[in-house]
T-cell receptor, first 114, second 113 residues
Framework: EPEVTQTPSHQVTQMGQEVILRCVPI?????FYWYRQILGQKVEFLVS????????KSEIFDDQFSVERPDGSNFTLKIRSTKLEDSAMYFC????????????FGSGTQLSVL | SQKIEQNSEALNIQEGKTATLTCNYT??????LQWYRQDPGRGPVFLLL?????KEKRKERLKVTFDTTLKQSLFHITASQPADSATYLC????????????FGTGTRLTVIP
């Protein structure tokens, strides 16, 4: 069964450094998402992406964050200058089309900012 | 802003019994509600979706109800098995946007053999 893949599974970085989290959504999907989950807390929406542009973003997704689909397969989340509070599990998700509300999640990247 | 509450952080039940998990919400009128399963260190896995005009949905041993008057969904696992032990998340969505989901904090279910 096709799945969303994320790399790396763990990322450790120093505060102030830039990180790029990578995702390969399911190949025929059109909608892409990033969510995050701080340890012990709920899964939170960050951003949705469709047709090479951001569809919606949450208050969390400030100027330090950006997303990109640099080619036909990858979908990346960049954090320009990481803060301690950015430490979380980051999940990428995709869905086939506008009318299919079911999201397929990757296994996540655990980001630790020191 | 919307608020989503799941009845308890943890629920322990005996194998073979029915587990019932609750999701309540306020300040929101979702077009649909979903239930996901999350295992430790893994991403959520979709289980069931129920729309605002539906009362009940079933899939194998799973049953979901949706009461838009009470603003509540119940999630049942019948004949529970130890393999059902996981965290179960409810998520609300609408169709005005790109189907972004708002998740509850989850209920950690443990099925005791």
């Amino acid at each position: 069964e096709p799945e969303v893949t994320q790399t790396p599974s763990h990322q450790v970085t120093q505060m102030g450094q830039e990180v790029i989290l990578r995702c390969v959504p399911i190949s025929n999907h059109l909608y892409f998402y990033w969510y995050r989950q701080i340890l012990g807390q709920k899964v939170e929406f960050l951003v949705s992406f469709y047709n090479n542009e951001i569809s919606e973003k949450s208050e969390i997704f400030d100027d330090q964050f950006s997303v990109e689909r640099p080619d036909g397969s990858n979908f990346t989340l960049k954090i320009r200058s990481t803060k301690l509070e950015d430490s979380a599990m980051y999940f990428c998700a995709s869905s086939p089309d506008r009318n299919n509300e079911k999201l397929f999640f990757g296994s996540g990247t655990q980001l630790s900012v020191l | 802003s919307q608020k989503i509450e799941q009845n308890s952080e943890a629920l322990n039940i005996q194998e073979g019994k029915t587990a019932t998990l609750t999701c309540n919400y306020t300040n929101y009128s979702p077009a649909y509600l979903q239930w996901y399963r999350q295992d430790p260190g893994r991403g959520p896995v979709f289980l069931l979706l129920i729309r605002e005009n539906e009362k009940e949905k079933r899939k194998e041993r799973l049953k979901v109800t949706f009461d838009t008057t009470l603003k509540q969904s119940l999630f049942h696992i019948t004949a529970s098995q130890p393999a059902d032990s996981a965290t179960y998340l409810c998520a609300l969505g609408d169709q005005t946007g790109a189907n972004n989901l708002f998740f509850g904090t989850g209920t950690r279910l443990t099925v005791i053999p």
